[in-house]
């Protein structure tokens, strides 16, 4: 079956090091999205891709870089990680541009940031 | 920008009974949808019920039912006959309509059910 998987599924760093949250869909979907989910804040996006080489900022896009190689995988950068980003972070993808295509979510991978 | 509110942080119901989480949002679009995502203690998100704007039908899925008030901006879910697997934080989520099938969704913060046996 076709499935949306993140990577790793815990992660625990230390401040100033760099992370990379690896998202991966077989669905071949062109568009892909990062979330991160906060007590208080529910889901926010930080960024999103249509495709290919295409990437887009999101609302808390700030410290954070994703780059689109190839159709099936979004990784999400942290370039010097800081105990603000300590989060659930969530990766998406939908089929296209309509308006009703449903948004598939992946299991989350729950970040610490020390 | 579009905004989505969540008025109710916690709610509790008696199993099989009907309970009614509210949610209200702003924006200046005139095409747009609506979604209930539902959140179980795994994390998964898992869409329960979908609204097109221009649709004056409320959508229903199974015991699943929105009453959508347009003018008022108001999104409710209902869930009828209340079971214990619906025990899970539930999100309200806004997506503009035309060319927005691309767009991130903006999302609430959120209403954590309680179903009490």
């Known amino acids: 079956d076709a499935e949306i998987t993140q990577s790793p599924r815990h992660k625990i760093t230390e401040t100033g090091r760099q992370v990379t949250l690896a998202c991966h869909q077989t669905w071949n979907h062109n568009n892909m999205f990062w979330y991160r989910q906060d007590l208080g804040h529910g889901l926010r996006l930080i960024h999103y891709?249509?495709?290919?080489?295409?990437?887009n900022k999101g609302e808390v896009s700030d410290g954070y870089s994703v780059s689109r190689s190839n159709t099936e995988d979004l990784p999400l950068t942290l370039e010097s990680a800081a105990s603000s980003q300590t989060s659930v972070y969530f990766c998406a993808s939908s089929e296209s541009n309509y308006p009703t295509d449903t948004q598939y979510f992946g299991p989350g991978t729950r970040l610490t940031v020390l | 920008a579009q905004t989505v509110t969540q008025s109710q942080p916690e709610m509790s119901v008696q199993e099989a009974e009907t309970v009614t989480l509210s949610c209200t949002y702003d924006t200046s679009e005139s095409d747009y949808y609506l979604f209930w995502y539902k959140q179980p203690p795994s994390r998964q998100m898992i869409l329960v019920i979908r609204?097109?704007?221009?649709?004056?039908q409320n959508a229903t899925e199974n015991r699943f039912s929105v009453n959508f008030q347009k003018a008022a901006k108001s999104f409710s879910l209902k869930i009828s006959d209340s079971q214990l697997g619906d025990a899970a934080m539930y999100f309200c989520a806004y997506r503009r309509g035309a060319g927005g099938g691309a767009d991130g969704l903006t999302f609430g913060k959120g209403t954590h059910l309680i179903i009490q046996p």
């Open positions: 609204q097109e704007a221009y649709k004056q």
């Open positions: 891709s249509y495709g290919v080489q295409d990437t």
